[in-house]
């Protein structure tokens, strides 16, 4: 069974920074894309940003400038690092990972638990 664990989450001032990880687990997959996804209470899961295989990124404008994706393929890991967090960023985060299941021939999404980052003074 595939899986995200995802960690990192926790209390930051405003205008600081953190870091989240989200590792995959499982069966053989080809992963087809990443993304990070967050959701304040009251409030429907937005996009933040997302990163291809093929080296494809893309920010939201609410985030764009103030965070970088990357992964770390060898350890089936991708990352969110973020910068000059404000209040307005306090979310719950969710990773996902769209892959192809050579099983079953087709692709499929996994989620993460969802990591809360809380940005107050």
């Known amino acids: 069974q595939v899986q995200l664990v995802e960690s990192g989450g926790g209390l930051v001032q405003p205008g600081g920074s953190l870091r989240l990880s989200c590792t995959a687990s499982?069966?053989?997959?080809?992963?087809?894309?990443r993304g990070w996804y967050r959701q304040a209470p009251g409030k429907q899961r937005e996009l933040v940003s997302t990163?291809?295989?093929?080296?494809?990124?893309n920010y939201a404008e609410p985030v764009k400038g103030r965070l970088t994706i990357f992964s770390d393929d060898p350890n089936n890991t991708v990352y969110l690092q973020m910068y000059s967090l404000k209040p307005e960023d306090t979310a719950v985060y969710y990773c996902?990972?769209?892959?192809?299941?050579?099983?079953?021939?087709?692709?499929?999404?996994?989620w993460g638990q969802g990591a809360l980052v809380t940005v107050s003074s």
């Open positions: 996902n990972m769209n892959y192809y299941d050579y099983r079953r021939s087709q692709s499929r999404a996994v």
């Open positions: 499982g069966s053989i997959f080809r992963i087809n894309a």
């Open positions: 990163i291809t295989e093929r080296g494809s990124i």
